[in-house]
């Protein structure tokens, strides 16, 4: 009983976890939208902080082009957007499993294993469509830099749920079977 108290508290913080990647996915995404809206909104010198404008101290001070910092805001806002999904996935299997009790159901396994597809095919899918963005600014602006976008962990993650999910259908599949055995 010593692992499944364990496995619980895993299940709990991976609940809070998720939660916060989903808050902070959204507000980040939030602030990319804000972000685009400001450079839209306030011409080269209308906004000013500290003396300075923030687009004059980003292309100046950290040599960012505005085309590259629409550009990355852009892209920020689909990835965002993709970790949020997946959060609030996640979040939704610590829930249920939480409430079941044990991770070694067949409902649980499964959603697992959605989870699992999940964290390999929202990132990678994301990246493309992110890249996807990144290439139509290259293509209208010249000088925007090149993109830093990565998906790879997110496959080993998702790989690891798969097998997690196949390990806790068995588990399901032999605490079922006492149950059987006794009603024969």
């Known amino acids: 009983m010593k692992s499944l108290k364990a496995l619980q508290t895993l299940a709990k913080i991976g609940k809070i976890l998720s939660t916060i990647t989903f808050v902070l996915s959204i507000v980040v995404g939030a602030f990319c939208i804000a972000g685009i809206f400001s450079l839209l909104v ?14 004059g101290l980003m292309e100046k001070e950290a040599d ?3 085309a590259t910092m629409y550009a990355t805001m852009s ?7 993709g970790e949020a999904v997946l959060a609030k996935f996640a979040e939704r299997y610590f829930k249920n499993e939480l409430k079941a009790g044990t991770p070694f ?9 959605r989870l699992g597809i999940l964290a390999i095919c929202i990132p990678i899918g994301t990246a493309i469509l992110a890249g996807i963005v990144y290439g139509i600014f290259k293509l209208a602006a010249t000088d925007v ?22 390990l806790c259908r068995h588990g399901a599949e032999i605490s079922e079977k006492p149950e059987e055995q006794t009603a024969e």
């Open 75 to 81: 892209c920020g806002i689909i990835l965002c957007a």
């Open 105 to 113: 159901t067949f409902d649980g396994a499964k959603e697992l294993m």
């Open 145 to 166: 830099a090149n993109p830093d976008i990565h998906s790879g962990a997110s496959v080993g993650i998702g790989v690891m749920m798969i097998v997690g999910s196949l």
């Open 64 to 66: 960012v082009s505005t």
């Open 42 to 55: 306030f011409p080269a010198d209308g906004f000013k902080l500290f003396g300075a404008t923030i687009r």
